[in-house]
């Protein structure tokens, strides 16, 4: 069973949660990225995510691989979206439980912080304006680096 | 030797396409990013990249070899 | 509209949810709290929650009212639950809503801590060996304090 | 003054009621915990204890007046 996983299809989360059930957890944390209206004080319309598939894909089950050895939980899963997204949709889903919220806590955070660090994952934003632009990790435009040219 | 080079998101912008065939004296990917960064007018420093060979991590200093997919990775936005 | 309540029926996390929606919200973080079959190294079978009512809305009403002043969040929300509950039920949810998830995560995790610790409601286990207790907030049995007699 | 006491959780079951209403010269929670803490063998110092009266919380030396409802609560253990 794959723990971490690409959708091109919106994430069902009550649905997904099911895979963290067990009897011995007494904590959940779950953290949800929603596409937002605004990016560094640009309106935004819609977006896109871009992944490197297959090294996506083995990136994000390390990470979560390393989240429960790292961590006292019982389970994690993590999904991303690919492909276009509107204002409100979900982007990415963390799921874990372990006994107790401590280490729930730790370890969805730790996971979000290496999924948007290491997972070959872009971001795209179309802007009100009609421009878009890909964007860096501290979400800058990563067009302010091209070449004067 | 010949090599499959995928882009993307803002690499895949400015060489124009997804991916090529290329023919290359590269033998490392250091070597095959500063061909294909003059060729295409890529902005970013080798610094702020990463590799990837046949979907998996390598050094700039892996051995390629034929027929490998390369793979250089802007800054990563998911989440 | 109440940001906590008291429930005697299950908590429907994915109704309850739409109270965080917000254009400008960026990051959800959630904290479950659901009933273990083991503390303190005995099995457990099912627990009560009791509750001081309305001192329990108010108090918790005020630790959420606390949260929105201390930290930079769109929204937060809290049910609770009291009455009988089984092994896997869900005891408590917390949701938050923010621009940034440093700040959902920080709020979710300081709200669930001021809970446990300010709101008047106490769980009583009932363990596999029949025997049952009302607890201590470190989990421990209040029997051990009654007096000799 | 006549006061109508609530209880709870391991207070509850000590005392072997869930409330009462109480004839008493207490003037204050601190005066009144003394006094039902010794009625019905409550095992709890008053430092382990908060008291609330008329649904808020008090300090122990809260002036009381008739008919008040003042709760003794144990530490709480919910969540």
């Known amino acids: 069973m794959k723990r971490f996983r690409l959708s091109e299809t919106a994430i069902d989360v009550a649905r997904e949660r099911g895979a963290l059930d067990h009897a011995a957890a007494g904590g959940y944390v779950s953290f949800e990225g929603w596409v937002r209206d605004h990016n560094d004080g640009r309106a935004v319309r819609r977006l896109d995510y871009q992944a490197y598939a297959p090294l996506a894909a083995s990136e994000g089950e390390a990470i979560l691989a390393e989240a429960l050895a790292r961590f006292a939980v019982r389970e994690a899963r993590c999904i991303h979206r690919v492909g276009a997204l509107a204002i409100g949709d979900l982007a990415v889903w963390v799921g874990v439980s372990a006994d107790h919220r401590d280490a729930a806590f730790a370890a969805c955070r730790w996971i979000i912080d290496e999924v948007k660090r290491r997972v070959p994952i872009w971001k795209n934003e179309h802007y009100a304006d009609g421009e878009s632009g890909w964007l860096h990790p501290d979400n800058t435009p990563v067009g302010e680096l091209a070449p004067g040219g | ?79």
């Open chain 2, 1 to 79: 030797m010949t090599y499959r080079l995928l882009y993307f998101a803002s690499l895949a912008d400015r060489a124009g396409r997804a991916e090529e065939q290329r023919d290359s004296a590269a033998r490392t990917p250091q070597e095959l990013y500063a061909e294909v960064a003059a060729a295409h007018g890529f902005a970013f420093a080798r610094e702020r990249l990463r590799v990837a060979v046949n979907g998996a991590f390598v050094g700039w200093d892996h051995a390629l070899a034929d027929r490998d997919e390369v793979v250089f990775l802007p800054p990563v936005s998911g989440g």
